[in-house]
């Protein structure tokens, strides 16, 4: 009897710290990134070229809006690049044209690069697209680049543009300084990572 008691509590006792136990949590699943890599890295997507990137959320469905509103958005992002280039090649220019003989023209490059971009931002175009899902909510995302051909042509555009009498030397400086900023741009993405 004594041993049918202490089968029964053992049984018991087997059946309690098993019920106890639980059941295992359910293991939990790191979170893939559905945006693409150049999406962060747009600088550093094609060399030499000035590039953006835009992802907007698909309204109702209608992925030609979000189309359309990915490459605006990307062309108004090349633009900002090339004003704040040719801010840069401004401070340098005033920087010449006091070492220099002759006066400093001021904001003579805004203004044009303003114009000449507007012209020039024809030639920007989504060279990468793709649909993705960010927790249930649909984005369109397009790469958008000016090719690096036409980024020179900006440049030529803005100093043809501004009736610059600049010496060999002194265009040179001004290129460099242009283009300068792209590498600028590439070294805080590579830091940002």
Partial sequence: MINNA????????AIVLTACGGT??????????PFPSWYYNAADAIPGALNAAS??????GNMEIAKK???ANGRAEIASQIETRVKAMDKTYDRLATTDEGTSVGGTFESVSKQVSNQVLSGARAVKSMRIDD???PYFCSLVSLDPS???AVLESI?????LNLSAE??????EQFNAYKAQQELESAISQ
Avoid: H, Y
């Fill in 135 to 137: 927790n249930g909510k």
């Fill in 6 to 13: 202490k089968l029964i509590w053992l049984s018991s006792a």
């Fill in 170 to 175: 002194n265009e040179s400086v001004l290129r």
């Fill in 55 to 60: 992802c907007n959320p698909i309204p109702g």
């Fill in 69 to 71: 509103q990915a490459l």
């Fill in 159 to 163: 100093m043809k543009a501004a009736n």
């Fill in 150 to 152: 036409a980024t020179q």
């Fill in 24 to 33: 295992t949590p359910p293991k939990e699943t790191a979170k893939v990134d």
